[in-house]
């Protein structure tokens, strides 16, 4: 009964087997009209202001792509061993393997053995899902055999090693090496080689941080393996085998420590560029703007400062007389919301639209002192009326400078200048300086209703900042290829947009945000945060119902910080409305504490003088009242003002 049984189970082995070179000889026949390419690969690595590198990018997925010969031999053989024993000797399909899988997915009427290739797994990986159906199987065969035909082993070997998921969101061997251990692919020692290669069997499950006794039982495994096979000594295995392992735990392109929005910004701009076109096969090495310190400075600041609400930040840093973006940060949390906030939303900016509205004023004949009453006002325009308030309807009840609407941000001045210039006027000025879309010329324009990014409103102050001249501005400074051959660099223009001494006028009482002492029943605006400033800056709040806002420079930084709620929700809580200032002072001064640089102020320009006069009035001061200086144009004095005799 015995014989028979055997005899018959041989009889079926050899006709599975036959069978089975015949189905696998007709798909070899199939594929001779297929051409499956491996992907062109094209990596990207992406350098900070001091040449760190910060990511790489690699065929859409940020992660480093290693070539075989920068692979320790030990991981090649570790993954051989356990993956692929005969990778080397068949043509993408193991026959041999394949044979007895089917018989036991026969027995168990289920997919539950692959038996697939390295070629089979590199190709699921690239093309295919992981379903276990017959007809993922089927077109997984197909595949591997026309690959197999195009491509050399070892060229099937490399982009599989640079392919495989290794858990804790990492792709490929050189990043799972750092990760895990610290160090380069090509210098894993033999332990680590196979605890790398035990992840892919089930990444969670194998993770040597997560599951360090899984890791370990299959580690253990590879090691016997490569024994037996003849790839490592007795000695090694019992050495290895014994060895035990201390993990890192380090992501090299972790989105939480490298700027991932000012990253997303690169790889767009890399677009643009057609100086690089038809050159990034060999890959790219792109030198940017960053700055590194200066994001984790502001990153630390959103984790310190932010409430525990679902209120949303954007920050924007550039560097004025260069135009170089310092860095960009979209939201709280990327792993959350990768929306660039900064770049792609649109909110209204309020109060901190007024410097362009009180430069064109400047432009137009007024100067600092010009006053206008602050008071209840109802406006008639266009055959309608228009009533603006003041905040928490706050007036001083008298005329009051334009020094000082700046500082506590009088909508009625605001309001009043607008409409006494003209409303194209402030279009005009607002279009000059690169606001985009529609901009209306209505009275509500001066008071912020237009809709701007935090990109276009940074960039439109690093003007102010760079005393009138605008600046191309700049986040890719060169790329070159991977020999550092150079294929782009940038050069940035400039161009004048606003009169010096118009501008300086304007910045020296914008500095009037932060001065306490020009409190009349309302304090200036910035006054909250005067005492984390450790040098000069000019600057601006502004908020509606559902936006918050603080922008402010000097010759060295501008930087914008906006808060609120992506759905519009209205802000209510003061923890809500007041963070976002705290996030600018934090930032502004990290600068100075990061670069090392002495803080500089601008030079009054020889057709300005200063006249020692009550801020907020814009007069003379009577006796014990607050005085300062104030600045004006020589040929535009005020008419108390006798400048051979000031």
Request: proline letters at 4%.
């Amino acid at each position: 009964m015995k014989k028979r049984f055997f005899k018959v189970f041989k009889v079926l082995t050899i006709t599975s087997t036959l069978l089975l070179t015949i189905f696998i000889l007709t798909i070899a026949i199939i594929t001779t009209n297929m051409n499956y390419q491996l992907p062109e690969i094209i990596n990207v690595e992406l350098y900070d202001s001091n040449n760190h590198k910060y990511l790489s990018y690699s065929n859409g997925k940020k992660q480093s792509y290693v070539q075989l010969d920068d692979i320790s031999p030990y991981l090649t053989k570790a993954f051989i061993s356990i993956e692929d024993k005969r990778f080397y000797k068949h043509h993408g399909v193991d026959i041999i393997r394949m044979g007895g899988a089917v018989l036991k997915n026969l027995k168990s009427n289920q997919l539950s053995e692959g038996a697939s290739t390295i070629t089979q797994q590199y190709v699921r990986n690239l093309y295919l899902t992981t379903e276990k159906t017959w007809k993922r199987k089927i077109n997984e065969i197909l595949i591997s055999l026309n690959i197999e035909k195009n491509y050399s082993k070892n060229e099937i070997l490399e982009g599989y090693l640079n392919s495989i998921y290794f858990d804790h969101g990492i792709y490929g061997v050189e990043d799972a090496s750092i990760y895990y251990f610290n160090k380069h692919a090509k210098d894993l020692t033999l332990e680590e080689a196979a605890a790398i290669a035990s992840i892919p069997k089930g990444p969670t499950l194998y993770s040597p941080i997560k599951n360090p006794e899984n890791n370990k039982e299959r580690r253990n495994l590879i090691l016997r393996e490569m024994l037996n096979d003849g790839l490592i000594t007795n000695e090694e295995y019992k050495e290895s085998s014994k060895t035990i392992l201390k993990c890192v735990g380090n992501n090299p392109n972790d989105d939480a420590i490298n700027a991932p929005y000012f990253q997303d910004l690169v790889l767009q701009e890399l677009k643009k560029i057609p100086e690089i076109s038809g050159k990034m096969a060999g890959g790219l090495k792109v030198y940017t703007t960053l700055n590194t310190e200066l994001y984790t400075a502001i990153n630390d600041s959103i984790q310190k400062r932010a409430p525990e609400s679902d209120i949303e930040t954007a920050i924007y840093a550039m560097e004025p007389s260069t135009g170089k973006v310092l860095a960009v940060v979209g939201g709280k949390d990327y792993e959350k919301s990768t929306y660039n906030r900064a770049v792609s939303s649109s909110r209204q900016p309020g109060s901190s639209i007024k410097p362009f509205l009180y430069l064109t004023a400047l432009e137009n004949g007024f100067t600092v002192a010009t006053t206008f009453a602050s008071e209840p006002t109802t406006f008639y325009y266009n055959n309608t009326t228009y009533s603006p308030t003041n905040f928490q309807s706050i007036y001083a009840g008298f005329d009051v400078s334009m020094a000082y609407a700046l500082a506590t941000s009088d909508n009625i001045y605001a309001v009043k200048t607008h409409l006494f210039l003209g409303c194209d006027k402030m279009v005009n000025t607002l279009k000059r300086f690169g606001f985009s879309g529609d901009i209306p010329a209505i009275p509500s324009l001066a008071l912020g209703v237009k809709e701007v990014s935090v990109k276009e409103l940074t960039e439109a102050y690093s003007i102010l900042a760079n005393s009138g001249k605008q600046v191309t501005p700049t986040i890719i400074t060169k790329i070159t290829n991977m020999n550092d051959e150079v294929l782009y660099e940038a050069k940035p223009k400039t161009s004048r947009i606003a009169d010096e001494s118009d501008v300086y006028l304007l910045s020296e009482a914008m500095t009037s945000v932060f001065d306490d002492n020009m409190t009349y029943n309302i304090r200036p605006t910035g006054v909250s945060i005067k005492s984390m400033l450790t040098t000069k800056y000019a600057a601006k709040s502004g908020s509606t119902d559902t936006d918050n806002w603080m922008v402010g420079y000097n010759p060295d930084i501008v930087v914008s910080v906006w808060s609120g709620y992506d759905n519009n929700k209205e802000i209510i809580s003061s923890l809500d409305a007041k963070f976002g200032k705290y996030i600018w002072a934090d930032t502004v001064e990290a600068y100075y504490r990061i670069t090392g640089i002495t803080p500089s102020w601008y030079e009054t320009p020889q057709d300005v003088i200063s006249v020692e006069i009550n801020p907020t009035t814009g007069f003379y001061a009577a006796f014990g009242e607050y005085t300062k200086p104030i600045y004006f144009k020589k040929e535009n004095l005020p008419w108390f003002v006798n400048f051979k005799n000031d």
